[in-house]
């Protein structure tokens, strides 16, 4: 299976994963997205080692500039991706009621307006090509309430109900699009926590998921699906 991608938030955790899963498959081209370009780095050089063309883009994608040149850029070396997949964001836990304005403005930032940014600049060429791929990483708080992350479950809300417009809007150009909603899964977001190791799933589980849903034919999408610790939430 070779495969051009795009993915964000790759520096680390699931996105990181997820460019190893990537990078395991024969002629894989990637392009990896993230702020911290060391860490990028990094993991472009894994996903080399293992044979995948792997590019590191330093790129803030939640400056609307930014995506832009980082798209374009791409766009102008005729490179029109075979998937999009929409990692970025950040968990946020903080009691609403001492949220500031800034601090919500920042989480829809991190989690939703990045991947809105993206899809906006990418999606139109997959369209006029005929096919494509389009992930969104949601969370079971795109689903549920939680009392300590407002805004983090106003984010992931809004990125359901983002992703599920783009696959009404992509339907008939012969795009799929899917929502990955995981819940506590192993990455630096738990990496304070004293929670068990036992009790979150393996970032590659997420990886493994996307990888396998990408890999039905054309004919067939999953629109959502929810993984959740075989313990269940947190």
Known sequence: MSVSAVITGASQGIGEAIAMAFASQPGSRLFLLARNERALKAVAGRCLALGAH???????????????QATGDLADRGE?????????????????????????????????????????ALAPAMMERGHGTIFFMGSVASREGYPLCGSYCAAKHGLLGLARSVRLATQNAGLRVTTIMPGATESPSWSTSEVSKARLMPAEDIAQSVLSIYQLSSRSVVEEIVLRPVGGDL
């Open 54 to 68: 792997a590019e590191a883009i330093a790129c803030d994608l939640t400056d609307e500039v930014a995506v832009a």
């Open 80 to 120: 029109t991706p075979d998937l999009l997949i929409n990692n970025a964001g950040r968990f946020v836990e903080q009691e609403l009621f001492s949220t500031t304005a800034a601090e919500f403005r920042d989480a829809l930032d991190a989690n939703l307006t990045s991947a809105f940014l993206m899809t906006r």
